[in-house]
């Protein structure tokens, strides 16, 4: 009989619930899960296959559909709106109008709510930035000019803070694609000696498939990485730099 393989997102519940210090029994009784499949991959050792998944939505609430709805809460959010701006209402009028639409308005009010359940947080909330030990480190990407074998080249400077001691760490790149994202941080945690229980981030292509802040959606490989090593994702919100405050401030 081959092995249970679960879902990327449950392997994460798993790793995060483990070394939080949660048992193996108390977490196979609140997943639902076997102990056996429990202990297989709290260790983190055994890894589960990242595969797509699909939700079941109407057929003209495509991606890009859903897209459009996210980036219409975010500029509600950009704008520091103390009301609700875009009702589902105005959400299908704009797809209409802009994107050529020709879905039902109710499919539109259904997906919108749906993302709002899917996405909400409390609104205008404070995020502090006084921390905890092992809390957070914060990262981020910058440029400079180097000079390799007497050419002066463009490098990519990976820097990463420590939110409570402020100890730091910068290393250069030749390249800012996704290997290079991955490699730095497994580096920091070496260098810091531990994982911190959540990494703050801007909104960069290496690290989100869609969506910004708190509607960001991360790439599967991102996801993957996080969920291994058992810390929790945190992008910073649009136009919101106090929330990267050190590392944006180096």
């Not at 009989?1 to 609140?30: F, H, N, P």
């Not at 996405?119 to 404070?126: E, I, K, W, Y």
């Not at 960069?204 to 498939?209: G, Q, T």
């Amino acid at each position: 009989m081959k092995g249970v393989i679960i879902e990327l997102d449950i392997y994460s519940a798993i790793r995060l619930r483990y070394t939080e210090g949660e048992s193996i029994r108390s977490i196979s009784q609140s997943l639902g899960i076997s102990r056996q499949t429990v202990k297989k991959y709290c260790e983190g050792n055994t890894h589960p296959d990242v595969r797509k998944t699909y939700e079941r939505t109407s057929a003209v609430i495509t991606s890009d559909v859903e897209s459009f709805i996210l980036s219409c809460f975010i500029e509600d959010e950009t704008e520091n709106l103390k009301k609700q701006k875009h009702t589902a209402k105005r959400i299908y009028d704009r797809l209409v109008d802009e994107q050529s639409f020709t879905g039902s308005y109710s499919s539109v009010r259904d997906a919108v709510r749906r993302l709002r359940v899917n996405h909400a947080v409390p609104p205008q909330s404070d995020i502090p930035l006084t921390y905890d030990p092992g809390e957070a480190m914060q990262i981020d990407w910058g440029e400079a000019t180097a000079y390799l074998d007497g050419q002066k080249v463009k490098v990519y400077l990976f820097c990463a803070r420590l939110c409570n001691s402020c100890d730091i760490l910068v290393q250069a790149y030749q390249t800012q694609n996704q290997e290079a994202f991955l490699e730095a941080q497994q580096r920091a945690f070496d260098f810091f000696g531990g994982v911190p229980r959540r990494v703050i981030f801007d909104n960069a292509k290496v690290a989100l498939k869609e969506g910004f802040g708190l509607y960001a959606k991360p790439q599967d490989k991102y996801l993957s990485f996080s969920a291994h090593y058992a810390f929790t994702l945190d992008f910073c919100n649009p136009a919101k730099g106090n929330e990267k405050g050190l590392v944006g401030a180096t």
